[in-house]
Nanobody, 123 residues
Framework: QVQLVESGGGLVQPGGSLRLSCTVS????????IAWFRQAPGKGRERLSC?????????LYTDSVKGRFTSSRDYNKNMVYLEMKSLKPEDTAVYYC???????????????WGQGTQVTVSS
């Protein structure tokens, strides 16, 4: 059973930065692609990025976060990070990490989810 736990959310002012962590247990990261999603109030879950452990690469899928968000891994801690900078009020959402064998575009294609962490960008 794969378990994911996000952490690192909080309240930040516009222009600020946060680093979200996704800790994976029950399996090694090498077996999965880790995707980051977010869900703003009243909206569906939006895929932001995928991280491939097989070649230590990542890709952003949402135009609004390109150039501001990056995904990386801590090899020693079985963790994947989402580094967010130049945050905007429209980035306010619950952020989730998800795991699957491939990088899928839709939330319902993922079997494994964390509980989510709230990010609020406000002055």
């Amino acid at each position: 059973q794969v378990q994911l736990v996000e952490s690192g959310g909080g309240l930040v002012q516009p222009g600020g930065s946060l680093r979200l962590s996704c800790t994976v247990s029950g399996s090694t990261l090498e077996n999965f692609v880790i995707a980051w999603f977010r869900q703003a109030p009243g909206k569906g879950r939006e895929r932001l990025s995928c991280y491939w452990n097989s070649d230590d690469s990542s890709r952003l899928y949402t135009d609004s976060v390109k150039g501001r968000f990056t995904s990386s891994r801590d090899y020693n801690k079985n963790m994947v990070y989402l580094e967010m900078k130049s945050l905007k009020p429209e980035d306010t959402a619950v952020y989730y990490c998800a795991a699957e064998r491939e990088c899928y575009g839709l939330a319902d294609q993922y079997d494994y989810w964390g509980q989510g962490t709230q990010v609020t960008v406000s002055s």
